[in-house]
């Protein structure tokens, strides 16, 4: 009695296994979707949108290297920003230029890597312009993804925590750290560079 199974019936079972593993799941459209509910979605969205962690990290570097009170206020004004502008565009859904991410990344980079004293206000106004283009690029149309409200929550969450880290990393840094800071915001500069001509020839 042969308790081992003969070549061609090992492979025919390998075979099917491969081909079960195979499978396509469900895939999503516009979010990633984790298993976890809308809030954790829209988390992992995020965080797997080089793109738009990349220009968050930027925007807390460069509230951090305009001092404490610039970083507090960025740090509130982005996130909700953001959630009104995913809000808007839950709603409304018009196209908006594909060269957003780009720009956005772009100019803060190109501002982290000059320095500029900004003041303020208009590290605050930076922080809600962009905050709003960018939460109207990730806003779902209805009915597309049950509960996009709260998976723009989740976004935002991770847009305050990645801020608050660059923040706190650029404030009051000083000598060969704000120039590493600096360099640091001419990659991203440099990476918009690359998304621009990217976005463009794919378009």
């Known amino acids: 009695m042969n308790f081992f ?3 061609k019936s090992r492979l025919r079972r390998l075979a099917f296994l491969f081909f079960v593993i195979g499978l396509p799941a ?8 984790s298993g976890l509910g809308p809030v954790y979605d829209g988390m992992e969205h995020m965080l797997l949108s080089p793109d738009q962690w990349i220009m968050v990290a930027g925007l807390g570097l460069l509230a951090g290297l305009n001092g404490a009170a610039a970083g507090r206020a960025a ?5 909700c920003a953001w959630f009104a502008g995913g809000g808007t565009g839950h709603l409304i859904h018009l196209p908006l230029p594909l060269l957003i991410p780009g720009v956005a990344l772009l100019v803060v980079g190109g501002l982290v890597a000059a320095d500029l004293k900004a003041g303020r206000k208009i590290v605050v106004a930076v922080a809600v312009v962009l905050g709003f283009l960018q939460g109207y690029l990730n806003g779902v149309p209805p009915g597309a993804v049950d509960g996009a ?3 723009l929550l989740g976004a935002s969450v991770v847009a305050f925590v990645i801020l608050a880290l660059g923040a706190g990393l650029a404030v009051n840094v000083e000598g060969w750290r704000r120039i590493v800071v600096r360099v640091a ?3 991203m500069a440099a990476i918009g560079i690359l998304l621009l001509g990217w976005t463009i020839r794919k378009s």
Do not use: I, N
């Not at 469900?26 to 979707?33: E, I, Q, S, Y």
């Not at 740090?75 to 996130?79: E, G, K, T």
């Open 5 to 7: 199974p003969r070549p």
């Open 26 to 33: 469900r895939a999503g459209a516009h979010l990633v979707t």
């Open 75 to 79: 740090l509130f004004s982005f996130p």
């Open 149 to 151: 409200p709260l998976a």
């Open 185 to 187: 915001g001419s990659w």
